[in-house]
């Protein structure tokens, strides 16, 4: 069983960085892939960022590519999301996921744990 606790939303000017940082418990955390999701009012939840246990492959969404960055510090066992040159289109809630599996994927069902979700939203 993972538990995952999400910090670093808020709410910012377009332009501005935040970075989110999930903290995993339990056992074997290099097990895991692990990913970031966001969910938009009235909209589906979307994949955003994914990175294996090792860092070996790690996938954007078109969306955030070139502004967004996901990283992993495993000793800490802990996932980090930057998010650079803010847009109003990322204002969403980012949910952290962790997926028991050598591989990353994009489909929300497959994953097993998710934490709260920190809000970020971002004004012009």
């Known amino acids: 069983q993972v538990q995952l606790v999400e910090s670093g939303g808020g709410s910012v000017q377009a332009g501005v960085s935040l970075r989110l940082s999930c903290v995993a418990s339990?056992?074997?955390?290099?097990?895991?892939?692990m990913s970031w999701f966001r969910q938009a009012p009235g909209e589906e939840r979307e994949f955003v960022a994914g990175i294996t246990w090792n860092g070996g492959t790690i996938l954007y969404a078109d969306a955030v590519k070139g502004r967004f960055t996901i990283s992993r510090d495993n000793a800490l066992q802990t996932v980090y999301l930057q998010m650079n040159n803010l847009i109003p289109e990322d204002t969403a809630v980012y949910y952290c996921?962790?997926?028991?599996?050598?591989?990353?994927?994009?489909?929300?069902?497959?994953?097993?744990?998710w934490g709260r979700g920190p809000q970020v939203t971002v004004t012009s």
């Open positions: 996921t962790a997926l028991f599996s050598a591989v990353v994927v994009t489909r929300v069902e497959d994953y097993n744990y």
């Open positions: 339990g056992p074997s955390f290099i097990s895991y892939s």
